[in-house]
């Protein structure tokens, strides 16, 4: 239930604030302003940023040219990783992991979130950061992004935690 009510309260919150204010296009520096409220240690290296959220390495990659930007955080190397580990996260990717993705690339196993730049919300991009780090904290078990799941467990209240967490810090930007 408390799910329910956290998502309907983001959708109303998101629904008001299209209808009084819109949001700028999303750019390298106002990105960077987001980064740093959620992790004021956030390293800032050319085109990415590097920081830790609930222990999570993350980092932010923005393409200005193609106009995209990347979320990752790596889970482990991708050597040794078994058929039913790899159909798991095929599983997730087309119905838990919501918009972060289970990917694989240079020998390492990531979780990723991946959006164009300009049109994405402050919004937009504090979820898919909480979805990533779920995503990776969550591999091996629940295979989740956090924010929908079925069954009444208390996982998702302990995952939401973290989207509320990184919310309120980001809501002043």
Same mark, same amino acid.
């Given at each position: 239930m408390r799910l329910i009510a956290i998502l309907f309260s983001l !959708? #109303?919150?998101s629904a008001l604030a299209e209808d009084t204010v819109s949001e700028p296009p999303m750019t390298y520096e106002r990105l960077g302003r987001i980064v740093l409220t959620l $992790? /004021?240690? #956030?390293? /800032?290296r050319g085109d990415m940023f590097e920081l830790r959220i609930s222990g999570q390495h =993350?980092? =932010?990659v923005i393409d200005r040219v193609a $106009?995209?930007?990347r979320v990752m955080a790596p889970i482990r190397e #991708? $050597? &040794?990783i078994e058929a039913d580990e790899m159909r798991r996260m095929m599983q997730a990717n087309f119905d838990s992991a919501l918009d972060a993705r289970y990917a694989l690339a240079n020998g390492v196993l990531w979780s990723t979130y991946i959006h164009p730049l300009s049109p994405l919300e402050r919004d937009q991009f504090i979820e898919g950061v909480a979805q990533t780090v779920n995503a990776a904290q969550t591999y091996g078990t629940l295979y989740t992004g956090g924010l929908l799941q079925f069954g009444a467990g208390d996982s &998702? #209240? !302990?995952q939401n935690d973290l989207l509320e967490e990184l919310l309120k810090r980001g809501q002043d930007i």
């Open positions: !959708l #109303a919150t $992790d /004021p240690e #956030a390293q /800032p =993350v980092i =932010v $106009d995209r930007m #991708a $050597d &040794g &998702g #209240a !302990l």
